[in-house]
């Protein structure tokens, strides 16, 4: 497909050793009604497969771009950098394995034009089993950043202009997460408006082992740390749970 000048909409994906999904993620980007995309892909180190994949993508669709780290340091960094060298004025969160429908670049874009003062918007988003059939439904609202308020936002259904990420990033702690509670807190902090739509505009496919294959303990850890320091009560019986690490498991962004 022909590229354009400077697109529209821009889509980045950080993925580690995840091959075998990202293929459904880019076909279902490729398929956008909005043609004035780019997709950037950034391999956090991957060990698979995934470059000789990738090269292929990248011949057959030229808005597709891929970015290979050599080691492996999570998603904060890759999302960072992507933001980074983004063309676009409006950025898309994008997840590997998840899809989405054909007019999401399309949504988000118009959303944007239309709402000038907004700076994030989000939508909600449906889980499916391994057969397809949807498992959960999550409709979100409008984050205010309220006192107390924890943002009910998914993050592979957000979208922001470039801007917003670049004046306050995301987090490098850990591999474990890319911390993006953090982000949204951050931001509205400072005082950076959310919008929202509950119509379902993401959909994220059960994936075996490969969700769950990252230390979910540290990760969990950070974020319960995140709300402390954004005074956001937790339970102590939730703040005493901690799952177990997955032993020989690779982690992944």
């Excluded at 899809?99 to 909600?124: C, E, M, Q």
């Excluded at 979100?140 to 670049?166: C, D, M, Q």
């Excluded at 379902?200 to 850890?221: F, L, N, Q, S, V």
Aim: with cysteine; proline share 6%.
């Amino acid at each position: 497909m022909k590229q354009c000048e400077k697109p529209k909409v821009s889509f980045i994906c950080p993925v580690y050793n995840g091959c075998p999904f990202i293929a459904q993620t880019l076909e279902s980007l490729r398929a956008q009604t909005l043609k004035d995309i780019e997709v950037i892909v950034i391999d956090d180190g991957s060990t698979d497969s995934l470059p000789e994949l990738m090269e292929y993508y990248t011949k057959v669709d030229k808005r597709i771009k891929y970015i290979k780290f050599k080691d492996n340091k999570g998603a904060a960094r890759c999302r960072n950098y992507g933001d980074k060298i983004a063309q676009a004025d409006i950025v898309c969160v994008t997840d590997c394995g998840d899809s989405y429908p054909k007019d999401k670049a399309s949504l988000v874009y118009n959303y944007f034009k239309k709402h000038p003062k907004i700076d994030v918007f989000s939508t909600g988003v449906t889980g499916t089993d391994e057969m397809g059939f949807p498992i959960f439904t999550q409709v979100t609202r409008v984050f205010k950043g309220a006192p107390g308020e924890k943002p009910n936002i998914s993050h592979p259904t957000t979208a922001y202009r470039k801007w917003v990420a670049l004046k306050y990033p995301y987090r490098e702690t850990s591999k474990a997460t890319d911390n993006y509670e953090a982000f949204f807190l951050t931001l509205a902090r400072n005082g950076i408006r959310f919008g929202a739509t509950n119509k379902i505009y993401c959909r994220k496919p059960e994936m075996g082992k490969y969700r769950h294959c990252r230390d979910i303990a540290e990760a969990r850890r950070i974020k319960y740390a995140v709300y402390k320091e954004f005074n956001i009560h937790i339970p102590d019986w939730l703040e005493a749970y901690s799952p177990k690490k997955q032993k020989g498991s690779l982690e992944t962004t």
